[in-house]
């Protein structure tokens, strides 16, 4: 008998000359219970790096680790959950380098597996209020579209919704990574949700501009707190610069400054 091939296996078809994977009985299997979370996601990177790739998805990072292999990879992530398998596949993420993709992003699923970091496995994009509101509390979203129409299109500012996923794991390794910088981060988001629940910004959020920009800061922006206030600040006087017709050298009003440091105290550290 034949051997199948990988889009066998896999189940591709072939839409506008891009391989896509079907999620189809991944999906099915996280609905009945048989995949949590973190074993869903691993999979969804896995198999997105098999699609694209082939048997050239993955390379050893040393010469004694086992050669990855694209069968033995399909065949572990149809295994049912037990059985060691979060073990097994932070083996796999951890051995190896990952084509085109950063070497923080299958070691942000490893920790994920472990229980080490609070991932949100999301089926959408959530709005930036709601991506806002989890990392207030501490949390990270993680965006898997499985929608077969979703996968090759543009996601927001990004080509597909593998750059999408993987741009969601760039972010978590950003707000997990350091426990200072996490705890810093966490309490900004958390300031900024009270400010922003008070009104604090009401008015400047009537401008499409200073939203766009806000809502940047609020679901996209893991940085040193510090940096996130400068870029709150900055986009402020920018607001206020074009509210009173100013061109960028010039200088705001009295009023103008109160109000900026009105907004920035309600930001600042306690």
Excluded at 41 to 47: D, I, P, W
Excluded at 154 to 175: I, R
């Amino acid at each position: 008998m034949k051997n199948k091939s990988v889009p066998d296996v896999i189940g591709l078809t072939v839409e506008e000359n891009k391989s896509v994977p079907d999620f189809a009985r991944l999906v099915g299997r996280q609905r009945a219970g048989e995949v949590g979370a973190p074993v869903f996601a691993a999979a969804y990177f896995l198999t997105w790096q098999i699609v694209r790739h082939g048997v050239g998805f993955a390379a050893r990072r040393s010469r004694t680790d086992v050669r990855p292999d694209v069968a033995a990879c399909l065949a572990l992530l149809e295994r049912p959950m037990g059985n060691g398998l979060c073990a097994e596949l932070i083996a796999v993420l951890e051995r190896y380098q990952f084509r085109g993709v950063a070497g923080n992003v299958p070691l942000v699923l490893a920790r994920w597996l472990r229980g080490a970091w609070p991932l949100v496995l999301r089926g959408d994009i959530p709005p930036p209020r709601e991506v806002l509101r989890l990392q207030a509390m501490g949390l990270r979203p993680v965006t898997a579209l499985t929608a077969r129409a979703c996968l090759c299109r543009p996601v927001l500012h990004k080509a597909d919704a593998f750059a999408f996923f993987v741009h969601d794991l760039e972010h978590a390794w950003k707000f997990f990574s350091c426990p200072d910088l996490h705890a810093g981060q966490r309490a900004f988001f958390a300031r900024l949700e009270v400010a922003l629940e008070r009104g604090v910004f009401a008015s400047c959020l009537e401008e499409s501009e200073f939203t766009e920009r806000f809502h940047y800061l609020m679901s996209d922006m893991n940085t040193h707190p510090e940096h996130s206030r400068q870029y709150l600040r900055a986009i402020l006087v920018e607001h206020h610069l074009r509210r009173e017709r100013k061109a960028p050298a010039e200088t705001l009003s009295a009023s103008a400054e109160r109000a900026i440091e009105g907004m920035m105290r309600a930001v600042a550290p306690g």
